[in-house]
């Protein structure tokens, strides 16, 4: 049990420390949210298993849907980004700036 | 963008926050703040320009991470106690780690950095929505795990930091958004103590964003400069505007004082003085810029005719009504409010 937390929570730590420090590819924050999205699907997967309850076993599906639609999203930001600034380079997006 | 499709996203905005409002596990409430970034993205980025495009990209990120590690938290408290429901006994680490995550949903001081930049990019509606409605669905979540100190001292750093970067600013939507980040300091203050008070002084900080983005709407103005034209545009809303912000700022005889005065004394009643001294010490930073936009609007340029060039005078009729109803709350309801206040004493 606490081997598959510290599996998942480093995981999830991972796809965090990725998304906030290697700042240099609108692609790959995208691709580290996916990561942390999969972390906590996999947490959601062992819990089912784990408990053996049944009634559970809708959430990983849910779970799946919501982060397609937040990839589809977080695609379709990153084509409108390269559209109006060109390439997906996060410090090109400095329009905004106090 | 077509009606149809602006009246399907807004009903899912609200679908969003209402899924959120009324969830008690920990997985619903994800989803409805999930629904809820997803159905403003379309209204963000509808005028498709360079910076409408930044600001949604920023948001859409910032609100994904807050989101996942929302969720992230509540999985490891399924974990570790066995329970998924958000009125149940917390693991302490989650909680902390759900506090920073909706916070940094929020906009709160460590992790505000996000919301003056965002803000910036959008126009005034949809500011407005981001700056009101957006708040609703983690202030309620926020309300509903109990850490004691934490969030007073989250609470403390946003009326400073709110206070502190306000006070440089010439764009106005930059301004209110750290005018946001300085009240959502105030509720913060007393959510543990007293949560009824903190939704009280949600409703009134509501209604006076509400009036004021509305006269920056009719004005049709976005930076200092550009109010200083008010008098030839609007000049009755010229006069009552300087009061709308020292409603903001927590002036006396106005709304605005109200929530000030009440949290003030309830920190008192429980023994945080300090806290109660620092966060009164700390309007006056805010009082300071809401003072210098009142300066610009009404004090500088003589009620004549100007040699400027003016915008166009095609007044909007539409948002009239609602702009002068929250305008006289904004500025009247003081007396009124002790009878809305009554069950909390």
């Not at chain 1, 999969?38 to 849907?65: C, H, K, R, Y």
């Not at chain 2, 983690?138 to 509903?144: A, G, I, T, V």
Request: charged residues 5%.
């Amino acid at each position: 049990m606490i081997f598959t937390l510290m599996t998942f929570s480093f995981m999830f730590v991972l796809g965090l420390m990725g998304l906030t420090f290697y700042r240099t590819h609108l692609l790959s924050a995208l691709l580290c949210l996916e990561g942390m999205m999969l972390s906590i699907f996999m947490a959601f997967s062992l819990w089912v298993l784990q408990m053996e309850s049944d009634n559970f076993s809708t959430p990983p599906l849910l779970l799946l849907t919501f982060s397609a639609c937040e990839a589809s999203i977080g695609l379709a930001l990153l084509i409108a980004i390269a559209r109006t600034h060109g390439s997906d380079r996060i410090n090109t997006l400095n329009l905004l700036q106090c | 963008m077509s009606p149809l499709t602006l009246l399907t996203m807004a009903f899912t905005l609200m679908l969003g926050t209402t899924i959120t409002l009324m969830s008690t596990h920990w997985l619903l409430a994800w989803m409805g703040l999930e629904i809820n970034t997803l159905a403003i993205i379309p209204l963000m980025i509808k005028q498709n320009h360079p910076r409408a495009v930044e600001a949604t990209t920023k948001y859409f990120l910032i609100q994904a991470t807050a989101a996942t590690t929302l969720l992230f938290a509540a999985t490891t408290n399924a974990w570790l106690t066995g329970a998924w429901e958000i009125s149940q006994v917390m693991h302490p680490l989650p909680t902390i780690i759900i506090t920073m995550a909706l916070s940094l949903k929020m906009g709160l001081a460590p992790m505000h950095s996000w919301l003056p930049d965002v803000m910036q990019g959008l126009e005034l509606k949809v500011g407005l929505v981001l700056a009101t409605w957006q708040k609703l669905a983690p202030f309620s979540l926020l309300c509903q795990i109990p850490n004691s100190n934490f969030t007073i001292l989250l609470g403390l750093t946003s009326i400073i930091l709110g206070g502190w970067g306000g006070l440089n600013q010439t764009q106005l939507r930059k301004i209110m958004a750290y005018s946001s980040i300085a009240h959502l300091g105030w509720m913060l203050l007393v959510m543990q103590l007293l949560p009824s008070l903190s939704l009280m002084t949600l409703l009134v900080y509501i209604i006076m964003t509400f009036s004021l983005f509305n006269i920056f709407m009719i004005n049709k103005t976005t930076n200092i400069n550009s109010l200083s034209t008010s008098s030839m545009k609007v000049p009755v809303l010229t006069t009552l505007t300087p009061l709308i912000l020292l409603s903001l700022g927590g002036l006396p005889p106005l709304t605005g004082f109200l929530p000030k005065w009440l949290i003030l004394q309830e920190m008192i009643k429980q023994n945080f003085f300090m806290t109660a001294t620092m966060a009164a010490l700390s309007a006056l930073l805010s009082l300071y810029f809401y003072l210098r936009l009142s300066y610009n609007m009404t004090f500088t340029i003589a009620p004549n005719t100007s040699t400027n060039t003016l915008s166009w005078r095609l007044n909007n009729k539409n948002i009239i009504l609602p702009t002068a109803t929250s305008m006289t709350m904004t500025l009247l309801m003081l007396p009124l409010l002790p009878l809305a206040a009554m069950p909390l004493f």
